[in-house]
């Protein structure tokens, strides 16, 4: 089972400039540590002790998985998961 | 050193103008590779707020998809500040999460002078850098 995780610019240096790389599991939260084995450190990044962490937008082909089932979202065989760093600030 | 285009340029500034006591926020998109803002792109804010802006998550996914097939990237992002300086906060620099853009701040603190202010943010770090208006 072949899952394709589309890697955003800043999270490049886990896997070695790749934009595009591939996981395995059953939810998005398997399909996370898998990636880590190849990409040490990467999981780290995307998952805090809350679960997803907060700045950091993850999408099951087009849509957000805070809609879904968060880290629990099942996945298939040809879907595409896109992570995408939050665009955040303000004044504070 | 941003160079950018007078009509995209005063395009930003009518945002934050419009949009202030809340912050406005956006991106101009351009070639990927060739530093050259082109295309003026409006963000709606998700949080609403004075102090705090965040792009829409659907947004920002079917924009950075779009940028994708048009082999295009995000050459500025911007923001306003609508009580304190056009610098980045704290905040500001902790969710700078594309080094490769110029990250532009305005401030609307003051109704008769618009700031307009561009910095690199890249891990962590902030240096202003000049902005040359092109007509």
């Known amino acids: 089972m072949a899952i394709d995780v589309r890697i955003p610019t800043i999270l490049r240096t886990y896997t070695d400039g790749a934009k595009q790389v591939e996981g395995t599991g059953s939810t998005l939260g398997e399909v996370f540590t898998d990636l880590d084995r190849k990409h040490g450190g990467l999981r780290d990044r995307l998952v805090d002790d809350g679960g997803l962490r907060r700045f950091v937008n993850v999408y099951l082909n087009d849509e957000d998985v805070r809609f879904l089932a968060g880290l629990d979202t099942p996945v298939k065989d040809g879907d595409t998961v896109t992570v995408l760093p939050a665009v955040a600030g303000g004044a504070a | ?44 804010n998700a949080e609403r707020s004075p102090t705090f802006y965040r792009f829409d998550s659907g947004e920002q996914f079917r924009v950075w998809r779009d940028m994708e097939d048009r082999d295009e990237e995000p050459v500025v992002i911007y923001h306003s500040h609508t009580a304190t300086e056009a610098y980045p906060s704290r905040t500001d620099i902790s969710y700078a999460s594309e080094p490769g853009a110029h990250y532009v701040l305005v401030s609307t603190r003051d109704a008769d002078a618009t700031e307009f202010r561009s ?17």
Not at chain 2, 20 to 27: I, K, S, T, V, W
Not at chain 2, 119 to 135: C, K, L, M, Q, W
Request: with cysteine; glycine share 6%.
């Open chain 2, 1 to 44: 050193m941003l160079t950018i285009p007078r009509d995209l340029r005063d395009k930003i500034v009518a945002h934050a103008r419009r949009d202030h006591p809340d912050e406005a926020c956006g991106l101009l998109a351009g070639p990927a590779g060739s530093d050259r803002p082109e295309r003026f792109i409006a963000m709606t």
């Open chain 2, 119 to 135: 910095f690199r943010i890249v891990d962590g770090t902030v240096t202003e850098e000049p902005v040359t208006v092109a007509e």
